[in-house]
């Protein structure tokens, strides 16, 4: 049994919880399913212990829908290797699939009790299934308050800025602390630590939170303050509104929430790095093997990126030099980076050119109306293939490593890109100038 208010969101108050890619069909979320081989009597008092505590607890206070099932014959885990190798090692005769929207794998807790400890254990699978599913709704209220900042400051002002939302805050605080166990905090301990706040986070500090939200839903991935703060105006959020959010998205935007929500824990999680690394000697006859090249390693292998056009190369070198200059990343500003741009492409590929080569890349046609030229989406496009193929290749994730769009910008952490002395000193050298 954890401790819940220090321990990271994902760690359950009980039990392990084992993710796979693929889900077990026969299962349904938030039902919590007695595993075979236990004996009649066992199974009899978990039923009354699960109908007690949900009468008890009454359902207005959870978020999810819980509903208690025997499962009277083997379950196939066929496609779930991880899951049943834990429930064999943990000997568990509980599992609870979990509600997490936020995710594209799914997520099971598992966990092996007793009939004496069944009072003190139905509860924690409950609270540990009700934290996750909480926190995983507000992932995805980040993200998508990122691209709709407007609607989502007019839903989060809807049911916060509310008498209502306030009575039934507080109704909900000192029923909590009746029943601390189900007061499903997200981590508090934590968030103040971020907010640098050493006593109680007032309803002032919440009010002027709000303030800040739109501005939040923009640098949250990028800032650990933002971050917090909206996480503290979330958190304050009961049941009702986080189920309103959650059937407010359709099935498009679910997917899209946790395809980012995904890369960026990709990106936090790599055991691979982007190294540019200072050849020297541009290879005659290859047209994007110039005196840099990138690869992408692991530390023990390398793979080459092999880009089809040497512009690609460039606009790819801008990004990475955004990142590792700046603590806190936007789209990217290609004015900004014109002359540096310039720079790059004499001492990368030794163009002289590299004023009209830009000029190309930012502008979609020419006087003459020519969309075939080298633009930026081509470039991009090139890009998301060429460092594809190459993290194919190392048997790595790609996804932090590559942009979708003009507005969008790399996940991979800043620490995972290296950058040699000969290219910093040119960099260090522009930078001078502006």
């Known amino acids: 049994m954890n401790i819940m208010d220090n321990s990271p969101i994902d760690a359950p108050a009980i039990g392990k919880i084992v993710t796979e890619s693929f889900e077990v069909e026969q299962l349904t979320d938030c039902h919590l399913y007695l595993l075979p081989s236990n004996t009649k009597a066992f199974a009899n008092k978990a039923t009354e212990v699960f109908g007690m505590l949900m009468e008890k607890m009454g359902a207005s206070r959870l978020l999810n829908d819980y509903k208690f099932d025997i499962i009277n014959e083997s379950l196939s885990f066929d496609n779930q290797p991880l899951l049943k190798t834990a429930i064999n090692e943990e000997k568990a005769n509980f599992i609870l699939p979990l509600y997490t929207p936020d995710k594209s794998e799914k997520q099971y807790l598992i966990v092996r009790s007793e009939e004496k400890d069944l009072f003190a254990h139905i509860p924690l699978m409950i609270y540990t299934s009700e934290r996750i599913s909480k926190y995983s709704i507000m992932e995805q209220m980040k993200w998508y308050g990122q691209d709709n ?25 000192a029923s909590n602390m009746m029943h601390p166990t189900f007061g499903m905090a997200v981590s508090k301990a934590a968030l103040k630590d971020k907010l640098g706040i050493k006593g109680k986070i007032t309803h002032l500090d919440k009010l002027k939170m709000m303030e800040r939200i739109e501005e939040n839903f923009v640098k949250s991935h990028r800032d650990e303050l933002a971050d917090a703060e909206l996480m503290v105006v979330f958190s304050s959020m009961d049941v009702h509104s986080l189920r309103k959010f959650a059937n407010m998205l359709n099935k498009n935007q679910r997917s899209k929430l946790a395809e980012i929500a995904n890369v960026k824990k990709l990106a936090e999680n790599a055991s691979t790095w982007l190294e540019v690394r200072f050849a020297g000697k541009i290879e005659s006859g290859h047209r994007t093997k110039g005196r840099y090249r990138l690869y992408i390693t692991d530390g023990k292998k390398d793979e080459l990126v092999e880009f089809d056009s040497s512009d690609s190369f ?42 009209e080569r830009f000029k190309k890349i930012t502008k979609g046609r020419n006087k003459e109306g020519n969309a075939r030229e080298r633009r930026l989406s081509d470039c991009l496009g090139d890009i998301k293939i060429s460092v594809s193929n190459a993290c194919n290749k190392l048997g790595a994730l790609p996804a932090p490593y590559i942009i979708e769009d003009a507005d969008e910008h790399l996940y991979v952490e800043k620490q995972d890109i290296m950058l040699p002395k000969e290219l910093t000193d040119v960099i260090n050298k522009w930078s001078a100038t502006i």
């Open 314 to 355: 460039l606009v790819y070198l801008l990004f990475l030099i955004d990142k590792v200059l700046k603590d806190e990343v936007d789209t990217l500003d290609f004015d900004k980076y014109k002359d540096l741009f310039v720079k790059l492409s004499w001492e990368v590929y030794r163009f002289c050119d590299g004023e």
């Open 149 to 173: 900042p407007e609607a989502m400051q007019d839903f989060i002002k809807e049911e916060v800025d509310t008498d209502a939302f306030w009575k039934r805050y507080a109704a909900a605080s």
